[in-house]
């Protein structure tokens, strides 16, 4: 100690020029290391740099040394060798706040080892005892260089307990104590880094594996004991934080249910809300307080929208169910009003389960329209629903003569595939045959062998061709995935009948031989690819008329646009079209409603130019029936006195139709630049070309415009899985209800504020969707190997 104060005397009375010298020579190693630094953040250099920052020691206004500080603990070490710091700060556990995949020494068997009297160092300088147990020494421990190091060293272990309950053991190299805050530091073992000609010392700890997360709290307590410093945390003032439990709350209550309440208590979660400065969130005040209050901040923007409102749809989803006396999506039935400036607002729930009752629906939809309107019931002008057009919903419009109650068409086009699959022996073939096929392959264990290892071969995959249970044979959705797998394991499947197995197994099986002709008739490849092209027709269709949204006036063009689609298809796939139009043509009666023609020769944007540069009312296009049906609507929503004028009016609108720039103004399209489609540029326009410019038209404007805007689908708002077995759950439950009431009200108003109707479970389905481009070309190759047998 001595003598190193009086080198230190020595240095300070030196000559200024020396001074500066060594002063140039720390600054230029100071900037040498930031050069390097910079360089590995932007990926050039080592991991380390985004963890070690060089730091300047000054004394008396000149560099006086070069330090590194780690950016997760403020620890200060020197800079004479960043790998080694990094290495035995980081890597190997000193670090409290450093997590390094990979960190952990590779299990050695058991060799115990105990503390053997403590070998004291000195300097910086490592001998090759040190170096014999590994990397090692106080810098590694936040202390800079004046560590005391201890070596550890292999001796007999005391007999203490039985050694076969150790779980493992973890090799190190040495123990460092004291020296400049870095408290006690057991550094773990690299064992890739040791070189072979020397010998691994090991320490087992009594505990086994599981004393080393100990031993790391112990030693980040020793550290913080010697050197308290508080752990790095940003800093928000009160607005800042509480605008971000704000934004949290949103998010909670927008996913509906995806996000439990008691994931917010997740330890995991209350550690991350510390790290960003954020105090924790109970579940009880998200779903209490902070509930209470977004839900009438909701319910009050509502309600203004809707007093704003001359008139408004009730539409109502959710009374089609499929699992009868069960909780699902099926069984929560959402009610919202469509308003004529083309948003809409949610209204409430309604929580069924099993079989509903026609005349339960009706009291329920009626009770939703006096609730809003109260004594003003001409205020809404009609519902739309995915259930009860014959019963309910005519009743209502058959009581109240203003109103215009029509089906869903999203509904509509998913019935039409039932309808197909019941109806079309085509469909009942397929479906035969693809059952047996399906059952043989999965059944037979040499066949199923067989099949999964030509899938390994083709797809990289293999399993189970999907099959319907059942009580499933003539629900769509199984048999669309049976289908679905046969085209998509085509190519494998016809590479099973080439194997020997197979061989041997129609040389034993009657059926398999049967099997083997029915796969190598391209008939039979030909009706599987023309049922499943049908069907992925239409329910194309069904899913774009669910984004979409259209207004009654579309459904006549909707259901046209779909027999011409069929017709391209019977001529693709060589069809009979008389049996499939019969089909189209029942399903078409069941959904229509004369609102369709009406709104249809009424909606500007249907227009069609004439010879002479008028745009009239397509009338053309309607059947006699049609036309009389407009006729009849038009004078139902009119009171009797009015009923021969706005005939009148109807007859002018027919002959004169509207000015050319209104009407190519209100067809003027533009490209969707999410979708790429050309859509109308003002879907508004319709209506207000009506309620702006066509004025002479006193009786017949008000009919059209309350015509033209009517949603031609149901409610658009969906839950998750999750929050239906949560509203299971609380079922029974006053209090629980009452909060699902509000939460699915909150969700809901968000959502439809955002204009985002997609379900989030279909979002994450998203992820693990692949389109299989070359489906077609297995098909081919199919038809090419079964003609060149």
């Known amino acids: 100690m001595e003598a190193k104060n009086n080198t230190a005397a020595a240095i300070s009375t030196q000559q200024p020029s020396n001074v500066e010298t060594e002063a140039k020579g720390v600054q230029k190693r100071y900037e040498g ?115 005391n190091e201890y070596q550890v060293q292999a001796v007999q272990p005391l007999a203490i307990g039985d050694g076969a309950r150790i779980l493992g053991e973890v090799g190190y190299s040495s123990v460092a104590v004291g020296g400049g805050g870095g408290g006690m530091a057991v550094q773990q073992d690299q064992h890739y880094d040791q070189k072979p000609q020397l010998q691994q010392q090991h320490l087992v700890l009594s505990g086994g594996k599981e004393d080393l997360g100990a031993l790391a709290m112990f030693e980040d307590s020793v550290k913080k004991l010697k050197s308290p410093k508080a752990l790095p945390c940003l800093s928000l003032n009160k607005v800042q934080v509480d605008s971000a439990l704000d934004n949290l709350a949103d998010w909670v209550y927008d996913s509906c249910g995806l996000v439990s309440f008691s994931s917010l208590e997740h330890p995991k979660f209350k550690a991350f809300l510390n790290q960003v400065g954020l105090p924790s969130v109970s579940r009880k005040e998200l779903a209490g307080e902070r509930l209470d209050v977004k839900y009438a901040e909701a319910k009050a923007e509502s309600e203004v929208k809707i007093r704003d409102a001359m008139f408004f749809q009730i539409g109502s989803d959710g009374w089609k169910a499929k699992n009868y006396g069960h909780v699902g999506e099926e069984n929560l039935v959402k009610l919202g009003l469509n308003l004529p400036n083309g948003t809409s607002v949610f209204r409430r729930a309604v929580f069924t389960s099993g079989y509903v009752p026609s005349k339960y629906a009706e009291e329920v939809l009626w009770e939703v329209i006096l609730d809003i309107c109260g004594n003003n019931v001409r205020q809404c002008v009609g519902i739309v629903a995915d259930r009860f057009k014959s019963k309910a919903l005519k009743n209502l419009e058959n009581q109240h003569h203003w109103m215009v109650n029509l089906t869903c068409q999203f509904q509509g086009f998913n019935s039409l595939i039932k ?20 059952n043989f392959v999965n059944g037979k264990s040499q066949v199923r062998s067989s099949f999964h290892k030509f899938q390994l071969q083709e797809y990289g995959h293999a399993g189970l061709l999907r099959v319907p249970f059942h009580g499933e044979r003539l629900s769509f959705g199984p048999v669309c995935t049976m289908v679905e797998d046969i085209l998509s394991s085509a190519r494998a499947l016809q590479l099973v009948l080439l194997d020997d197995s197979y061989k041997l197994v129609s040389m034993e099986e009657p059926f398999a031989q049967e099997i083997e002709e029915m796969m190598r008739n391209p008939h039979f490849w030909n009706e599987l690819e023309a049922i499943h092209s049908l069907v992925k027709l239409v329910k194309g269709m069904a899913e774009e008329i669910e984004v979409e949204k259209p207004h009654v006036g579309q459904c006549l063009p909707l259901w046209e646009d779909l027999r011409v689609k069929v017709r391209d298809w019977c001529s693709k796939f060589h069809i009979i079209q008389a049996p499939i139009e019969r089909v189209i043509e029942r399903r078409f009666r069941k959904n229509y409603h004369p609102a369709w023609a009406a709104a249809f020769v009424l909606d500007p944007l249907y227009l069609i130019r004439d010879i002479s540069g008028k745009y009239l009312p397509p009338f053309k296009c309607l059947t006699p029936e049609q036309e009389k049906d407009v006729d009849k609507l038009i004078t139902r929503l009119v009171s009797r006195e009015e009923a021969h004028i706005i005939l009148m009016e109807l007859m002018k609108w027919r002959t004169e139709g509207l000015d050319p720039v209104y009407a190519q103004a209100v067809q003027l399209k533009q490209r969707d630049p999410t979708t790429g489609k050309m859509k109308i540029a003002n879907p508004q326009s319709s209506r207000l070309v009506w309620e702006t410019y066509l004025t002479e038209f006193k009786a017949l404007r008000k009919v059209a415009v309350r015509l033209i805007f009517l949603h031609a689908t149901s409610f658009g708002f969906k839950c998750n899985a999750s929050f239906l077995r949560w509203i299971s759950a609380n079922a029974h439950s006053r209090a629980g209800m009452d909060r699902a009431q509000k939460l699915i009200f909150v969700a809901a108003h968000s959502k439809l504020q955002r204009q985002d109707f997609a379900h989030d479970d279909n979002k994450d389905a998203e992820f693990s969707i692949v389109e299989n481009g070359g489906e077609d070309n297995a098909l081919n190759e199919v038809f090419v190997d079964a003609s060149s047998q």
Not at 67 to 91: I, M, Q, Y
Not at 423 to 432: A, G, M, T, Y
């Open 419 to 438: 309808d197909f699959m019941k109806e079309l022996p085509l469909f009942k073939k397929v479906i035969e045959n693809c059952l047996k096929l399906a």
């Open 33 to 147: 290391l930031v050069m390097v630094r910079t360089k590995a953040i932007k990926g050039k250099g080592a991991w380390y740099w985004s963890h070690l920052e060089p730091i300047l020691v000054s004394d008396s206004g000149f560099p006086k040394a070069v330090k590194l500080r780690c950016g997760l603990c403020d620890s200060v070490f020197s800079a004479s060798n960043p790998s080694r710091t990094a290495t035995e700060h980081l890597k190997r556990g000193t670090c409290p706040n450093f997590n390094s995949p990979g960190a952990t020494a590779p299990v050695q068997s058991p060799a115990p080892l105990s503390l053997a009297s403590p070998k004291k160092h000195s300097g910086r300088k490592r001998n090759a005892s040190s170096t014999s147990g590994g990397r090692g020494n106080g810098s590694g421990s936040g202390g800079g260089n004046n560590c």
